[in-house]
């Protein structure tokens, strides 16, 4: 069991150092181009949590580092303007693999926000990196609103063993 503990800790190679070089690009752009933001978080998603997601069929790729979110950053924005200058400003410095407006195009439940993949350099293994944004309303309808309710938690626990 400790064994399994400890793996999970070593999961993604490097993953503070990504973070942290990750974050301190994010924060340049935000003081270099005065833009406001309300909060802003990374994660690194744990082995259970990525063999769950890479078990799926839909996400089924030969190499769990092949995920696209093992390592994702998210920020809130006050409105929508500095939402999308922080997008072009990532846009230019990265090649980005992934697009999704649901701030344009809302999901069926509500759901509210940009995300965006874009691949990295020098971060062997991992190959791409996930960043959701949201305009600060949208936000807390995700974490309080009937959006939250999308993810269905219950019985994980079976479905990693």
Not at 33 to 59: G, I, M, W
Not at 71 to 79: A, G, K, L, T
Request: glycine content about 2%; charged content about 20%.
């Amino acid at each position: 069991m400790a064994i399994l503990w400890l793996l999970s800790l070593v999961f993604v190679p490097n993953s503070n150092r990504i973070v942290t070089k990750e974050l301190n690009r994010f924060t340049n752009i935000l003081l270099d181009n005065d833009l406001p933001c309300h909060v802003y978080s990374a994660r690194v998603k744990t082995f259970q949590s990525a063999k769950l997601k890479h078990s799926r069929k839909e996400y089924n790729t030969r190499n769990i580092y092949d995920l696209h979110d093992l390592i994702s950053f998210r920020f809130v924005f006050y409105n929508k303007e500095d939402l999308l200058k922080f997008y072009h400003h990532n846009k230019n410095d990265n090649l980005i693999t992934y697009y999704a407006n649901y701030i344009t195009s809302p999901k069926d439940n509500g759901y509210s926000a940009l995300h965006f993949h874009y691949a990295v350099r020098e971060c062997d293994p991992i190959k791409h990196i996930e960043c959701q944004l949201f305009i600060l309303e949208d936000y807390y309808h995700s974490l309080y609103g009937n959006s939250s309710k999308y993810k269905d938690y219950t019985n994980m626990y079976n479905r990693l063993t």
